[in-house]
Nanobody, 115 residues
Framework: QVQVAESGGDLVQPGGSLRLSCVVS????????LAWYRQAPGTERKLVAQ???????NYADSAKGRFTINRDNVKNSVYLQMSSLKLEDTAVYYC?????????WGRGTQVTVSS
C-alpha cells in the first residue's frame, strides 16, 4: 500500500525559510515524478513544484526563484526548500505521486507565514 507522509510545516515570519519533507512508502519512487501542491483556505489545490525521475523540475510562477524541489531516491523522499516566504505562501502543502495510474496524496503539512 502506497503511503505519502509530509512533515516540516511550521509558523514562520515573512522572509523566513522552511524545508518540507515527504517520505513515500510502499513503492520505489525512482521512476516517478514527485510533486508538491498547496491549498489555502477557500481555494483550490494548486501545483507548486514537481520533479521528474530524471531530475527535471517545474515550478509555479509564484515559486520560481524562491523554492527548490529535490529528491533522494535512496530515502524515497522529496523535499521542498522554501525561502523568502511571503504571507501568501500560507497554505497546507501536499506531496503527491502517481503509481499504477492512481494519484496518491499525503495528509498535508501546514505552513503559516505571519509576523
Amino acid at each position: 500500500q502506497v503511503q505519502v507522509a509530509e512533515s516540516g510545516g511550521d509558523l514562520v515570519q515573512p522572509g523566513g525559510s522552511l524545508r518540507l519533507s515527504c517520505v513515500v512508502s510502499g513503492m520505489n519512487i525512482r521512476l516517478n515524478t514527485l510533486a508538491w501542491y498547496r491549498q489555502a483556505p477557500g481555494t483550490e489545490r494548486k501545483l507548486v513544484a514537481q520533479i521528474t525521475s530524471g531530475g527535471s523540475t517545474n515550478y509555479a510562477d509564484s515559486a520560481k526563484g524562491r523554492f527548490t524541489i529535490n529528491r533522494d531516491n535512496v530515502k524515497n523522499s522529496v523535499y521542498l526548500q522554501m525561502s523568502s516566504l511571503k504571507l501568501e505562501d500560507t497554505a497546507v502543502y501536499y506531496c503527491s505521486t502517481m503509481f499504477l495510474g492512481r494519484r496518491f496524496w499525503g495528509r498535508g503539512t501546514q505552513v503559516t507565514v505571519s509576523s
